[in-house]
């Protein structure tokens, strides 16, 4: 089910809290807008071996793009520049239009490290979605 067709739920108060709430809304947009889509992709006629290959492909993919946002690859430098991407999540008040906390997810807990517990749905002690 894509993210827009889901209910967020409300923030918690507590900083800490807050912050990995943010940081499991980024997993769960990737793995509901970006690895789900991907899967729904798949032809239903695939041989259980080609559809596994498939699922790991997607996976992969994905792990190697939360590598890139966790910092760990995806620098490309010299001796004097360097470009890399940065991709932060926002929590952002739809009344004011005003940014209430943003996380810069290089700098959060990793995205790597999440990827495992987002694959099986677990999204946290306060999940960022309605279930």
Known sequence: ?????????????????????????AGLILFEDVRNYAIEQLQDDLSSDARAAALKAIDDALYGMMMVIDGVSGALENEKYRVNLAVAVRLT?????????????????????GFHGWKDGDFGKHPPMES
């Not at 827009?4 to 912050?19: A, F, K």
């Not at 008040?93 to 959060?108: F, I, M, Q, S």
């Open 1 to 25: 089910m894509a993210t827009h067709q889901r209910q967020l739920t409300r923030p918690p108060s507590d900083e800490r809290e807050l912050e990995l709430w943010i940081q499991h809304a």
């Open 93 to 113: 008040d739809l009344d004011t239009d005003e940014t209430l906390t943003e996380v810069n997810l290089a700098d959060g807990d990793g995205m790597c490290m």
